[in-house]
């Protein structure tokens, strides 16, 4: 068994290794603190700050910027201040700029900080560096919250789908805009007694087009990297909270008509959600015929590769803590648990349908600023007339920090039959998988990097069955360094995970260097080099794919940004495969390798300007043939009530006869109006030639109460070979959560 590692990487690395000893960014400072006073002053909020008790409160101030350089304080101030009662923590933060005309993008819950005028806050309250919340406003006082995983390294550890209640409030005066904020202690998790909670506020001044935190970040790192925050010091320990109930029933009312098979239904369904708090760190919740219907649609997404593409979960039963149960395993080569397998299923003629899930537990959070628990079952209901049969599709996950900020992990992923089916093939009874996970993580997050072990079980099938991988990095503001290598034998299955493809072994590595222009026009320009392969075990370990890449990028002061990308592709077909998807096309033949290779321009507009756009060209060979190729994206607002934006993907495939060329054409226009902070339309078109269909999606939103929301939903799809209707629907949902 051989493995390739390109001459040119290696000499690529020595090169850079060379050039000069490794740097870390020019401000090294000790932790930051701030002080928070406990009051028993009422605070009314309405974004002035007038009350006296606020001019008790320390101040957190002197950001540092992170862009357009991080070795200097921030240009406007930013001033942040800290209460606290035994119900809430409250914040008061005033924001300077150079004029009134803030960017705001819309006046929908949970915007973008990039193209908002918005301060973010940050709270480790466990202090354990590895999961923060988060809670931003911008200047017209519109909320967002999130989740923070993984200490922050990466965006995939951002998550804004979580919700949430609590109060803010804003008020633009002149050049400067200020925001009260109220957050109940009880939506938040936090050891009892504790006095100190890692902290971190940072800003979007997109008059300046600049980003700052109060706590410094090096530049190359995303402001909610969780290895760089300072901390909040309480004046008094806090106590228990009251445990919180809410209870979040929903009723939907359905009018559909598939036009393929079923004449025009009519249906009301009922269930919902009840969120228990237990102790200060955990939550349980609990569901009951939820209802994961048509109100948001998933993204067309233009396929051209062999393989099952994953999209992110929207549903709120699995986000709290989601990344407890969803990041064991290699992120993008065998995933344990995926829960966005949970509520679909394949009928006999392989289709994917949804299959309605009966109810289901779950329990997760902290034990303490050590250990995090996780356990979820979840029922699925049986569907005779498509083969469905009934499981019970369970988890059992439990993760330890160690050392430093480093963790391990273990689990259990259990799927299994409630019953004997006559369609039931015997391999299906079960499928088990069992698993150990090691995240090293340095004080800094410098170092990452993972190592695990998992096998599968399925009846009569126990040999082998195992996946198995490690990777590590190295990332300063001027170095980037990573390498991986990936095991995942033939027989190891996950009915409930994410696997792309089994029996191979994945190798690669990666090296970059980041440079930063004293002057000019350039704020930052870097090189990255890549090489990984693929070896198939069935093939006797021979490499069946390798895709080295060679990037250069470059970001101007103005945020605009610039890449061109040189990749080099190799693919051995041990099955036909057919990359346009043609009807009754002639599929490539088997047992054959491919090398090809393309070029790509890419552009990247600053999205907080009112017209924004994104393009890449790409252009070279593509398997035995061609293939050309442009997409991107066009943005424009009127701020802050109207949104237009048209995505599009065009592929133009050339192979030789007897093989198919294709034109694959994806387009995507959207519509969204924010009529005020609780009412909005948004209407979303997509076009893909690929899977012949026309979808439309609009719909109405009335906030009518926090978190609490009436829906009317209108979804229509067509074939577009011969254009017909598919499916088409009305739903009336209303939701609302309910303090217990």
């Given at each position: 068994m051989k493995f390739y590692i390109s001459p040119a990487i290696i000499l690529f690395l020595s090169i850079i290794i060379g050039i000069n000893p490794l740097s870390s960014s020019a401000q090294e400072l000790e932790k930051r603190s701030v002080f928070v006073k406990k009051i028993s002053d009422k605070i009314q909020l309405d974004g002035i700050l007038d009350e006296v008790i606020w001019d008790q409160a320390e101040i957190a101030t002197d950001f540092w910027q992170m862009f357009p350089t991080d070795s200097l304080r921030s240009t406007n101030s930013t001033t942040v201040k800290l209460l606290y009662d035994d119900t809430h923590i409250y914040i008061g933060a005033k924001a300077i700029g150079i004029g009134a005309d803030f960017?705001?993008?819309?006046?929908?819950?949970?915007?973008?900080?990039?193209?908002?005028?918005?301060?973010?806050?940050?709270?480790?309250?466990?202090?354990?560096?590895?999961?923060?919340?988060?809670?931003?406003?911008?200047?017209?006082?519109?909320?967002?919250?999130?989740?923070?995983?993984?200490?922050g390294v990466a965006i995939s550890g951002f998550n804004l789908t979580w919700d949430i209640k609590w109060l803010a409030e804003s008020t633009i005066n002149g050049d400067s805009f200020t925001i009260e904020i109220a957050i109940p202690l009880n939506s938040i998790k936090y050891p009892e007694g504790s006095q100190r909670w890692g902290f971190q506020s940072y800003r979007y001044d997109m008059q300046s087009n600049e980003r700052s935190s109060w706590s410094p970040v090096p530049q190359n790192q995303i402001p909610v990297n969780l290895g760089f925050l300072g901390e909040l010091v309480f004046e008094k320990p806090l106590s228990k909270n009251k445990t919180p109930l809410y209870l979040i029933p929903y009723t939907n009312i359905l009018s559909s008509n598939d036009f393929s098979a079923n004449p025009t239904s009519n249906s009301i369904t009922l269930g919902g959600d009840l969120k228990i708090a237990v102790?200060?760190?955990?939550?349980?919740?609990?569901?009951?015929?939820?209802?994961?219907?048509?109100?948001?649609?998933?993204?067309?997404?233009?396929?051209?590769?062999?393989?099952?593409?994953?999209?992110?979960e929207k549903r709120q039963f699995f986000i709290d803590n989601g990344d407890l149960f969803g990041n064991f395993g290699g992120s993008r080569e065998a995933i344990p648990f995926f829960s966005r397998r949970i509520g679909i299923a394949k009928d006999p003629d392989g289709n994917t349908i949804q299959n309605n899930i009966l109810g289901g537990i779950r329990l997760s959070g902290k034990l303490d600023e050590n250990w995090r628990i996780g356990f979820l079952s979840i029922q699925n209901q049986e569907d005779l007339n498509n083969q469905i049969t009934s499981n019970n599709n369970a988890m059992f996950a439990l993760q330890r920090k160690i050392f430093n900020q480093s963790q391990i992990g273990?689990?259990?992923?259990?799927?299994?039959?409630?019953?004997?089916?006559?369609?039931?093939?015997?391999?299906?009874?079960?499928?088990?998988?069992?698993g150990l996970d090691y995240n090293l993580n340095s004080a800094n997050n410098r170092w990452t990097g993972k190592f695990y072990t998992h096998k599968s079980f399925q009846p009569d099938d126990n040999e082998g069955n195992l996946s198995s991988g490690g990777s590590i990095a190295y990332n300063t503001r001027i170095w980037q360094f990573s390498s991986k290598l990936i095991y995942v034998d033939q027989d190891?299955?996950?009915?409930?995970?994410?696997?792309?493809?089994?029996?191979?072994?994945?190798?690669?590595?990666?090296?970059?260097?980041?440079?930063?222009?004293?002057k000019g026009k350039i704020n930052s320009h870097s090189i990255q080099l890549s090489d990984y392969s693929w070896y198939q075990k069935s093939l006797d370990y021979q490499k069946t794919d390798h895709n080295r890449r060679l990037e250069y990028t470059m970001e101007l002061k103005k945020q605009d940004q610039l890449a061109f990308t040189i990749r080099d592709q190799y693919i051995f077909l041990s099955s036909a495969f057919d990359p346009t998807r043609s009807e009754n096309g002639i599929p490539l033949p088997s047992d054959e390798g491919y090398n090809f290779n393309e070029w790509s321009l890419e552009y990247q507009s600053n999205v907080a300007r009112l017209f924004n756009f994104s393009s890449e060209v790409s252009y070279g060979s593509f398997f035995n043939g061609t293939r050309f190729s442009v997409k991107g994206t066009t943005q424009f607002r009127v701020q802050p009530k109207l949104a237009m934006s048209l995505l599009w993907d065009y592929n133009q495939i050339r192979l030789p006869n007897p093989y198919p060329s294709a034109n694959i054409i994806l387009v995507s226009p959207k519509i969204e109006l924010t009529l005020n902070k609780k009412l909005f339309w948004s209407t979303l078109?997509?076009?893909?030639?690929?899977?012949?269909?026309?979808?439309?999606?609009?719909?109405l939103q009335w906030r009518f109460a926090p978190l609490s929301d009436l829906f009317l939903v209108y979804n229509d799809n067509y074939y577009t070979r011969e254009f017909g209707p598919v499916y088409r629907s009305i739903n009336l949902k209303l939701t609302y959560w309910l303090s217990l």
């Open positions: 960017m705001v993008s819309s006046l929908k819950r949970d915007f973008s900080a990039r193209s908002n005028d918005n301060v973010t806050f940050l709270f480790d309250t466990f202090r354990d560096g590895q999961n923060a919340f988060l809670f931003g406003v911008n200047a017209y006082g519109v909320q967002r919250e999130g989740l923070i995983s993984d200490r102790g200060n760190g955990l939550n349980l919740d609990v569901t009951l015929n939820p209802d994961f219907s048509n109100v948001e649609v998933d993204n067309i997404i233009t396929n051209l590769t062999r393989f099952e593409i994953s999209l992110p273990a689990f259990i992923v259990n799927r299994e039959s409630v019953k004997d089916y006559e369609f039931l093939k015997d391999e299906d009874r079960y499928n088990r998988v069992i190891f299955r996950s009915d409930l995970g994410f696997i792309p493809r089994s029996g191979i072994i994945k190798t690669g590595i990666s090296g970059g260097r980041t440079f930063y222009p004293k078109v997509q076009y893909s030639n690929q899977t012949e269909n026309l979808g439309i999606n609009s719909r």
